[in-house]
């Protein structure tokens, strides 16, 4: 009989350990997911401001495109556009990424 009261002891701390483990882990998986929703707000905000820098790289290559330069300017400045349109492209598929992740 003394045997049976401690394991019905040490059962019932069992279970109160457990339930406190279990809390301080939902808990940790609370903070967690919040810093992780806070971390997927911020990357897409900087996609969202390169996207702004992005464009205006885009405009003044085409500007500078379009005005007259001798052959070696114009290989730099296709360069440059070649360059930021891809990058462009890039974030583009990172921002709809992060929309699908979302579920936006």
């Known amino acids: 009989m003394p045997g049976a009261i401690v394991t019905g002891q040490w059962s019932l701390i069992t279970g109160h350990q457990f339930e406190f483990t279990m809390a301080r882990k939902n ?62 492209r890039l974030n583009r598929e990172i921002r709809k990424a992060l929309r699908a992740l979302s579920g936006d």
């Open 27 to 88: 808990t940790a998986a609370a903070k967690q997911s919040k810093a992780d929703r806070e971390d997927f707000v911020h990357i897409r905000s900087l996609a969202h401001d390169l996207s702004n820098s992005l464009e205006a790289i885009l405009q003044a290559a085409y500007l500078l495109n379009q005005s007259k330069l001798d052959a070696n300017a114009k290989r730099w400045a296709q360069m440059i556009d070649l360059a930021s349109q891809e990058a462009a």
